[in-house]
């Protein structure tokens, strides 16, 4: 059972893999690359065509030929390529069109051009004018070749007519859009050569380029018609493609058309048989590969710029200049837009709002002037520039947004500080206005200089609330706490004179401000009237100097000098003493002489 399984599987295997190869190998057919969709308004991608096209490594050169229905364009393409109806295209004798969307020949003509080794395709299109079709979806066939094809041949039987001189107006539009660039800058595309065949027997003594010529000449317009003057405006828009455009006349095969299928070259005329060889030497000798911004194209590269070419063309419900224009400015709106974004990445964070808009329109100019200098097309690409402009405000929105959240997180850092510090300042142990005012300033001078963007002018209304607060909060405490201190450095003076040092002015001094500060005040002045007496604006200034000044710092180093003094004394009080006996530039305390043994009277 086991080995049954296996041999069905090895089985499936070996026909799947035939069958594949089968249909891989067998391109010598037509194959769709372009279909209709049912209600033939817009077209989608064939895979069975673009497998053929893909598996070409060589740069690529397709001739598309276009033209009426019914009007010879399957033949004349088997004709191009030396095969009869029934191994080529396939040839319709019916009134409805045979070729539906846009078909090519699976195995490409290998030709030498100018040493490069080009794969030519032949492309085969649905008809104009047949019945049951929109003339848009006329028009998004002709786009298509148009862009696709090194060659475009424009089959037409007879003569020129006024509508298919109109039917140019896309080739027209694309060659202004396109074509018409500085000599030497990149294109997005080569233009395709335009090769009017003219299928006619006799041309009354006149060359097919002289019909061409005079068909392309200015129609007289004495009544302001509005379609001729379009037309006359594709006749002089026709001149932008210079040497792209030649004229060919090829006559008609034989009298009996419907049985050309049948018919060998022996058969047909000897004139048709030669002007169809000479057509094969002329578009031999014009075509070029399929060059997209200044670089031929493969097989791969080629099907993505179909796939390219068939999105932009379908986007809209009318195909459009316009919409090739933005699938090809595409790409340089991106590295435009790059360009912006990588200047505006450079920017330390927060700016001020004025010098990020500075910037902003710095960086903008710059990528207008990139894309300027190398953007397709003459007038649609404003709608490109349109697309740049609005890419650009959506990117600078970005950084509006980080340079206020930036912003505000620098300013409340900032902000937090120096709320700390104001707090530190109101628990001084040693309270000193000097002190407060100077950390009073240096936070507002460091907010203000470090401070920056748009946060800082909502920032700067909290800074001044919390510091009006705390300066009012101090200098409410400040008289009181100052008062209170100076009562207890009175008293501690007091002891240190007494039994410390035993200096009697000390002590003297001590018990004057310490009466001076609780009885004298209370008796004379109330305790807010002290605050603007002379007298206590002269003991704070003496505190302040004291306490606080550039280069000492009372407050901080209160302690440690406070353990030095300490140290000192109890050094001289059980060193000092014996060494150097008691002698004092201030009067001390002193026993008199023999004060213990004085004999005591009555």
């Avoid at 026709?238 to 090829?250: C, H, P, Q, R, V």
């Avoid at 911004?293 to 009318?318: S, W, Y």
């Avoid at 505000?408 to 206005?433: F, I, T």
């Avoid at 209370?522 to 002290?530: D, I, V, Y």
Wanted: charged share 25%.
């Amino acid at each position: 059972m086991k080995i049954s399984c296996w041999i069905l599987f090895y089985w499936l295997f070996l026909c799947v893999f035939a069958s594949g190869s089968l249909s891989i190998g067998n391109f010598n057919q037509a194959f769709p690359i372009i279909e209709p969709d049912p209600n033939h308004t817009k077209l989608h991608l064939a895979s069975e065509g673009l497998e053929a096209i893909k598996r070409i490594t060589n740069p690529i050169a397709a001739v598309a030929v276009i033209g009426p229905y019914r009007s010879g364009k399957s033949f004349l393409l088997n004709q191009l390529l030396s095969l009869s109806c029934y191994e080529g295209f396939g040839v319709g004798h019916m009134r409805d069109t045979k070729t539906k969307g846009i078909w090519v020949w699976g195995t490409p003509v290998e030709l030498d051009i100018n040493g490069v080794k080009t794969s030519v395709f032949y492309l085969d299109t649905e008809g104009f004018e047949s019945i049951g079709k929109s003339n848009v979806y006329d028009d998004r066939i002709f786009a298509l070749a148009t862009v696709l094809s090194s060659v475009l041949i424009y089959n037409l039987p007879e003569t020129i007519r006024e509508a298919d001189i109109s039917r140019l107006s896309f080739a027209v539009e694309l060659a202004e859009e396109f074509y018409g660039r500085v000599k030497g800058q990149d294109v997005a595309f080569e233009p395709a050569k335009l090769l009017w065949l003219i299928q006619r027997d006799f041309l009354q003594g006149k060359s097919v380029q002289e019909m061409a010529n005079e068909a392309l000449q200015h129609v007289p317009n004495n009544d302001g018609d509005r379609n001729i003057d379009q037309v006359n405006q594709i006749r002089d828009s026709l001149a932008i493609m210079g040497d792209n455009s030649t004229a060919f006349s090829l006559p008609q095969p034989h009298l009996l058309r419907t049985k050309l299928c049948d018919m060998k070259d022996g058969e047909l005329d000897p004139v048709y048989v030669k002007k169809r060889d000479q057509l094969k030497e002329l578009v031999a000798s014009i075509i070029r590969p399929k060059v997209v911004q200044g670089r031929p194209l493969n097989g791969k590269e080629f099907v993505a710029f179909l796939e390219q070419i068939l999105e932009a063309l379908n986007k809209g419900e009318i195909p459009s200049t316009g919409s090739l224009v933005e699938v090809f400015n595409k790409g340089i709106l991106e590295r435009c837009l790059k360009l912006y974004s990588e200047m505006m990445a450079k920017l330390p964070l927060p700016l001020s709002e004025k010098s990020l808009q500075n910037v902003h329109e710095n960086s903008k100019g710059e990528a207008m002037k990139s894309f300027d200098e190398q953007h397709f097309g003459r007038h649609h690409a404003k709608r490109s520039v349109m697309q740049l402009d609005e890419e650009i405000e959506k990117v600078h929105k970005n950084f509006v947004m980080a340079n206020e959240y930036q912003s505000a997180k620098l300013c409340e850092a900032l902000y937090s500080r120096c709320e700390d510090r104001m707090d530190q300042l109101q628990v001084l142990r040693l309270p000193s206005m000097a002190k407060f005012n100077a950390g009073f300033l240096q936070c507002n001078q460091s907010f203000e200089h470090e401070c920056v963007g748009p946060s800082k002018a909502n920032y700067e209304l909290r800074m001044m609330k919390m510091m009006g607060k705390s300066k009012s909060s101090f200098i409410k405490e400040y008289n009181h706490r100052l008062f209170n201190w100076l009562v207890a450095f009175s008293l501690v003076m007091v002891v240190v004179g007494r039994f410390i040092i035993k200096f009697i002015l000390i002590e003297i001094g001590a018990w004057i401000l310490f009466i001076f500060l609780e009885t004298y005040t209370r008796m004379f002045w109330s305790a807010e009237s002290l605050y603007y007496n002379p007298v206590w604006h002269f003991i704070v200034a003496a505190w302040e100097t004291l306490v606080y000044s550039p280069f000492l710092d009372l407050d901080r180093w209160a302690i440690p000098l406070g353990l030095v003094a300490a140290i000192l004394v109890v050094y001289w009080r059980c060193y000092g003493r014996r060494k150097h006996g008691s002698q004092w530039l201030l009067p001390l305390y002193k026993n008199p002489k023999g004060g213990t043994h004085r004999p005591r009277t009555d």
